[in-house]
């Protein structure tokens, strides 16, 4: 069974800096797209960022380019999201994926004064 676990999720002020975590277990993840999304209240869910498998391409959706860094450890089968300069709009619940297929439970991130 594939289970995905978020952790680092809170609440920061504007301009703040967060550091979101993934563990997968049940499948070895090497060759497989890792991503995080978000979804806010009453808003669809959105791609954050994701990073293909065996040492493919990254990907940042517009509103966070430049602010956010995706990095993956295939040995500790981990996904993590540095987030710097939060703004409110950031605010949501923030979901990691594996394969397209696979989603954790989510973490909070709320980003205000």
């Known amino acids: 069974q594939v289970q995905l676990v978020e952790s680092g999720g809170g609440s920061v002020q504007p301009g703040g800096s967060l550091r979101l975590s993934c563990a997968v277990s049940?499948?070895?993840?090497?060759?497989?797209?890792m991503g995080w999304f978000r979804q806010a209240p009453g808003k669809e869910r959105q791609r954050v960022a994701g990073i293909e498998g065996n040492g493919g391409e990254t990907m940042y959706g517009d509103a966070v380019r430049g602010r956010v860094a995706i990095s993956r450890d295939d040995a500790k089968r981990t996904v993590t999201l540095e987030m710097t300069d939060l703004k409110p709009e950031d605010t949501g619940t923030y979901f990691c994926?594996?394969?397209?297929?696979?989603w954790g439970q989510g973490t909070q991130v709320t980003v205000a004064s």
């Open positions: 994926n594996l394969d397209r297929s696979y």
């Open positions: 049940g499948r070895a993840t090497s060759s497989l797209f």
